[in-house]
C-alpha cells in the first residue's frame, strides 16, 4: 500500500508483469498508535483500489521507529493511475501527521518468484477483464476472493454511486427494468442475490456471491443486459465514466467500491418471510469507522437471539458512507430500533453522537427512531434472488 502523496511518476508503457512497491517510513516520537489507526483504516480503502493485490505492515527490529510497507499490484498502469489521483492524495492525508519527511519510495517489477515448495516461476499476464469491470483480484487468482465471505461462506460487495438531481425517477425505472443475468458463473461460482436500494440521489447496489467475487463480477459485466443498462444511467451520472475505457472504468469501481465490513448471521435458520432493509447513515465527518463498530456489535447481539427481530446484517462502509442491510423477520416499522440498529438508550446515546440527526428525531424514543427510519430508509428499487438448481 502506498501511503504518503509522491511527486507525479513518469508515465510507462503498459506492462504485462506485477508490480512491487516498497515504503521505507520513519514514524515520527509518540505517533505509532496513531499511525497504526490511520493504517488500519487505509487498507481497507487500498484493498478496494483495482489492480491491488495484498500489502504488509513491518515494523524494524533494530529500530521501532522504522516501518516498511510494501504492495504487489497487477501491472505498472493500474498503480500509476492510482498514485498520481486526487483520491490517493486525499486518502492519505492522515498519514502526514505521523509520518517524518524522510521516506522513500520504491517501485520493482516482478520477474522471478519461488513457491514454499521451492518451485521458480515466471511472470504472469493480466488476466482479460471486460472494460466495464476493475481488476478486483490478482491476474491468474485461484484462491478465496479478497472480500471475506461472511458467517455462512457467502461474499457480500456493494457498489455506490450519485446521479444528478432531478434524475432518480428516470434512474429508478432504468435499474428496475433489466433482465437478469445468468446465476451459475462456474461450477465454483454463483451469484446469489442482487439488490438496489435509492436515498436520494444515491444509489447503492449489494450483490451475494458464492465462491469468487472477482469471477462473478466479471461475468454479470460481460452480459449484454447489463452493459445496456449500465450504457443507459451514463448521462445522469454526477461523476462521468466511459466504459468503454479501462482506465476510466477501473477508476470508477474504486471510487463506487463500497465494502462489506460488519456481517452478522443468525445461526438458526429463519423460518417465515424475511424484510430485507437498507438504512444510510447521516454520517458526522470522520465518524464512519466508529458507526460501523458500534452497528456490529448490536448485529452481533441482535442475531445471536434466536426469537429476536434480526436474522441477517450487512454493514457497508467507505470513509462516512454507511449503509446498513438488514434481514428482518418483522417489516421495519414494527421494530424501528432493530431496523436501524438501535437497543436501549445508551446505545441511541453513543449513536446520535457520531450521526447528524437534525430535525430527524430522538433515537432514545419510538417516535424519534420512526421519524429516523422514515428520514433515513432507503427505497427499495430492486431485490432478486436465484434458486440453486
Not at 522471478?112 to 490478482?138: D, F, I, N, Q, W
Not at 471475506?148 to 461474499?155: I, L, Q, R, S
Not at 433482465?179 to 450483490?207: Q, Y
Not at 424501528?336 to 432514545?364: F, H, I, S
Request: hydrophobic share 40%.
Amino acid at each position: 500500500m502506498t501511503t504518503l502523496s509522491e511527486p507525479q511518476a513518469p508515465q510507462h508503457a503498459e506492462s504485462e508483469t506485477r508490480l512491487r512497491v516498497v515504503l521505507m517510513l520513519e514514524i515520527q516520537d509518540g505517533a505509532q498508535q496513531r499511525f497504526l489507526d490511520v493504517y488500519e483504516q487505509l487498507r481497507h480503502q487500498v484493498a478496494a483500489v483495482p489492480g491491488h493485490v495484498s500489502d504488509q505492515l513491518c515494523q524494524s527490529i533494530n529500530d521501532p521507529r522504522q516501518w516498511l510497507i510494501t504492495s504487489e499490484w497487477e501491472d505498472q498502469e493500474t498503480f500509476l493511475q492510482w498514485v498520481d489521483s486526487d483520491a490517493h492524495r486525499e486518502m492519505v492525508k492522515p498519514m502526514h501527521g505521523c509520518v517524518s519527511d524522510n521516506f522513500r519510495s520504491m517501485r520493482y517489477v516482478v520477474l522471478r518468484e519461488t513457491s514454499a515448495a521451492g518451485g521458480a516461476t515466471g511472470t504472469r499476464a493480466p488476466m482479460e477483464v471486460p472494460p466495464g469491470l476493475p481488476r478486483t483480484e490478482p491476474a491468474g487468482h485461484v484462491g478465496p476472493p479478497k472480500a471475506e465471505p461472511g458467517p455462512d461462506g457467502v461474499v457480500r460487495h456493494a457498489l455506490t454511486f450519485t446521479v444528478k438531481p432531478g434524475s432518480e425517477p428516470e434512474v429508478a425505472r432504468i435499474l428496475a427494468g433489466y433482465t437478469s443475468p445468468k446465476a451459475d458463473v462456474d461450477e465454483h461460482t454463483r451469484l446469489r442475490r442482487t439488490s438496489l436500494f435509492m436515498h436520494g440521489n444515491r444509489v447503492v447496489r449489494a450483490v451475494e456471491v458464492t465462491g469468487s467475487l472477482g469471477d462473478a463480477l466479471r461475468h454479470v459485466a460481460m452480459q449484454p443486459e447489463v452493459r445496456a443498462v449500465e450504457e443507459a444511467i451514463n448521462p445522469y451520472l454526477e461523476e462521468a465514466r466511459q466504459l468503454g475505457d479501462p482506465q476510466s472504468a477501473r477508476a470508477f469501481f474504486a471510487r463506487a467500491a463500497l465494502p462489506a465490513k460488519e456481517q452478522a448471521i443468525a445461526t438458526a435458520p429463519s423460518s417465515g418471510r424475511l424484510h430485507r432493509h437498507a438504512v444510510l447513515y447521516p454520517v458526522r465527518p470522520g465518524s464512519g469507522k466508529a458507526v460501523t463498530e458500534l452497528l456490529a456489535d448490536h448485529d452481533d447481539l441482535a442475531t445471536a437471539d434466536p426469537t429476536g427481530p434480526v436474522a441477517a446484517s450487512t454493514v457497508f462502509q467507505r470513509d462516512d458512507v454507511v449503509v446498513r442491510l438488514v434481514d428482518l423477520r418483522v417489516p421495519a416499522e414494527a421494530d424501528p430500533g432493530a431496523a436501524l440498529g438501535v437497543a436501549g438508550d445508551a446505545e441511541a446515546a453513543a449513536l446520535a453522537r457520531l450521526l447528524d440527526l437534525g430535525a430527524e428525531g430522538d433515537l432514545r424514543t419510538t417516535a424519534g427512531l420512526r421519524a429516523f427510519l422514515a428520514a433515513r430508509s432507503m427505497t427499495p428499487i430492486t431485490d432478486r434472488s436465484s434458486q440453486a438448481n
